[in-house]
């Protein structure tokens, strides 16, 4: 008799917060000056929290996915650019970049067996994807939901491509100083913080919006409620 595999284990996101965001920010904007690490040393500390937070997050849980290699790639994309002082058109176009690359990556991978919205939206680590499969098997409606799971597609890819234009103008608009300054690392930290209300959020927003008609178009095809949808909550021992 196999035994249940153990619980996965869960990312704490105050850790992650504070490793990728507020360290980083406040080491690049505070003490990043020559009365302190100086812009080497001070940009070399900040992306080691993030860089560091990555690998002991991917050691600690053994489990990564698509786009949180991309966001490593990233950081490490953003020292490297730093450390060879080009100016702030690159880390423009590295910023547009990205974002580009996994709404082209959504879009392609609709022609293989897993498309990525299926990691993102439709795992067994948020949806009860074997009550859920057995209830479309039992309709006749996995035609529909092959339909339902390129729309979620194509809205994800969209939200990705629209965010590309706003990350190229963002990184023009702050990064104005000399490469390798003191200024300069703090307009990085300053960007960073912009890139949450400006980008950030109105992305989480629209992928929820993705999500929320995701939900919607399987609650409709399965015939179950989107509590139904969700894994049952077990009791604890």
């Known amino acids: ?128 994807v074997a009550r859920i499969d057995a209830a479309l098997d039992a309709r006749g409606e996995r035609a529909h939901f092959d339909r339902l799971l390129r729309r979620a597609s194509l809205g994800l890819a969209l939200t990705f491509l629209a965010s590309a234009p706003v990350n190229f103008a963002l990184a023009l608009y702050v990064l104005k100083s000399p490469p390798g300054t003191p200024e300069f690392n703090a307009e990085l930290g300053r960007m960073h913080i912009l890139v949450w209300p400006v980008i950030a959020i109105p992305s989480m927003a629209a992928m929820m919006i993705v999500f929320w008609r995701l939900l919607n178009g399987l609650s409709a095809l399965t015939g179950l409620s989107q509590e139904e949808i969700f894994h049952a909550e077990k009791p604890k021992a």
């Open 1 to 128: 008799m196999t035994q249940p595999k153990p619980p996965a284990k869960k990312e704490n996101p105050l850790i992650n917060l504070v490793c990728n965001i507020v360290v980083p920010t406040l080491v690049l904007m505070k003490f990043s000056s020559e009365r302190w690490l100086g812009p080497l040393y001070g940009l070399i500390v900040a992306l080691a929290f993030p860089i560091g937070y990555g690998i002991y997050d991917l050691a600690r849980r053994k489990k990564t996915n698509f786009l949180s290699i991309l966001g490593f790639v990233s950081v490490l994309l953003s020292g490297g650019l730093a450390l060879i002082k080009v100016g702030g058109i690159w880390f423009a176009v590295k910023d547009a970049l990205l974002p580009t690359l996994i709404g082209v990556a959504v879009l392609a991978s609709l022609r293989t067996k897993k498309p990525l919205v299926r990691e993102l939206f439709y795992n067994d680590q948020i949806l009860d």
